[in-house]
């Protein structure tokens, strides 16, 4: 028994998507990935849909042959800048004669929990689940099937922006699919990225991109903060350009080249040739007036991120640790040590050799591959059936399935 899933990570630099299978009801299979160029996003904004959509037709085509299979919808993400996430409590009397939760008892408490005022340019992308509570019995994961006569849900109500995310479903639709769901991507990469302790004790995920950091705090289990600010790796590298004036181009080539946030780490201050922008000059700059940007950049990004969680009342000193993610910042051998000073509490970066990941840029596509797949172990492991995709795009299936199920419930927020 099989379920295919698809994963679409849009990014300030680049579209990347990954075509799981959700195998026996828990287990996910990484079928194939594909990963196409895009510059039509600024700090988490889609500035064009029709660039965006063509990058994201790429992607899947790519993802598609890899994988041998044919794609028609997909799960997206969005990025803490344009979302909110609260709180909601909600319960329902069980109405029916044997007292026992039913799937539709369940779907009745989710929808109710979204029951409270929105401002006019805002919706409901998103309501995530933390526990069930049947008659006063807490942490349950799946009521369907007990007997009770009260059903509660503690759940995240995930609230975005409407533009952002009709611009997100539109690029998507031009790409030629449909939208399964939209996931938020911290909270998403952060359940993957951080350990069980972390999780339980107090963890934050800062997540740096090409525009965008992306700041998850999960502590006693639930997300107690999500947020963003918009700066990232395109930043450091327009500080290079900018501060030595030469192209662009060239100062990211130099940032990939070297791997340096610190210049106490430079073991060879050497000179290096460079181009003059917007001339035909070449002139020397020192390795440590490269490096040296770099960090009072990196510096700043992570001193942005502190200040953005103790606003929302999340200290240092109340976690465990900090765990860095992200093509923006964490390759750059010194950023751990930046962190460290910033936060003053431990740091590392964040590994995915365990989870058989070996390219960091599919991490986000895949982290929200592994939230359906966690859902579906969590609410419906005896729904799954299997749900396979060929070229000619035909589907054999015996009844709904779980995934199909829960792209239903997301598509009552669209």
């Known amino acids: 028994m099989s379920e295919i899933i698809v994963g679409v990570d849009i990014g300030t630099t680049k579209v990347c998507t990954v075509i799981g299978r959700i195998v026996e009801g828990d287990r996910l299979e990484i079928l194939g990935e594909g990963m196409s160029p895009c510059n039509s996003v600024k700090k988490g904004v889609i500035v064009d849909i029709d660039k965006t959509a063509e990058s994201i037709r790429d992607s899947v085509n790519k993802a598609e042959d890899d994988a041998g299979v044919k794609v028609f919808s997909v799960y997206v993400n969005i990025i803490g800048l344009h979302v909110d996430i609260t ?29 409270f005022y929105l401002p006019g340019d805002k919706k409901i992308i998103d309501v995530i689940p933390r526990q069930f509570i049947v008659d006063g019995y807490e942490e349950i994961a799946d009521p369907v099937g007990m007997v009770g006569t009260k059903l509660e849900v503690e759940a995240d109500i995930v609230i975005g922006k409407i533009t952002s995310v009709q611009n997100i479903i539109k690029s998507v639709e031009r790409a030629g699919f449909k939208v399964d769901g ?24 800062i997540d740096v991109g090409g525009g965008v950091a992306d700041i998850t705090v999960i502590k006693n289990k639930k997300v107690v903060y999500y947020g963003s600010v918009p700066v990232g790796g395109d930043h450091i590298t327009n500080d290079v350009s900018m501060g030595i004036r030469i192209p662009f181009a060239e100062a ?21 040739t460079v181009s003059e922008v917007n001339t035909n000059k ?22 942005l991120c502190r200040e953005a969680a103790e606003k ?3 200290r240092p000193e109340q976690l465990s640790s900090i765990v860095l993610t992200g093509r ?24 995915y050799k365990s989870q058989g990941i070996k390219e960091l840029e599919y991490v986000t596509a895949i982290a929200l591959l592994n939230f ?9 492991k005896k729904d799954v059936k299997e749900d396979k995709l060929s070229k000619s795009g035909n589907r054999k299936k015996e009844k709904r399935s779980f995934v199909e199920k829960l792209s239903d419930f997301f598509r009552k927020f669209f």
């Open 87 to 115: 709180s909601s409590k909600n319960s329902i009397l069980i109405s029916n004669d044997s007292g026992e939760i039913t799937q539709e008892d369940v779907k009745k408490v989710l929808y109710n929990a979204d029951n």
């Open 182 to 205: 939209i996931i938020v991507e911290g909270p998403a990469s952060a359940d993957m990225a951080l350990t069980p302790d972390e999780k339980e004790i107090g963890g934050m995920l």
């Open 252 to 272: 990211e080539r130099i940032k990939n080249d070297y791997e340096l946030a610190l210049v106490s780490l430079i073991k060879n201050d050497h000179e290096i």
């Open 282 to 303: 070449r002139k020397n700059v020192r390795i440590s007036e490269v490096v040296d940007i770099i960090e009072a950049r990196v510096n700043e990004i992570f001193l």
């Open 312 to 314: 929302a009342g999340i």
């Open 328 to 351: 923006g910042i964490s390759y750059l051998d010194g950023a751990v040590k930046l962190a460290s000073d910033v936060f003053g509490i431990p740091v590392r970066i964040a590994s």
């Open 372 to 380: 359906i797949t966690k859902q579906s172990k969590k609410n419906s």
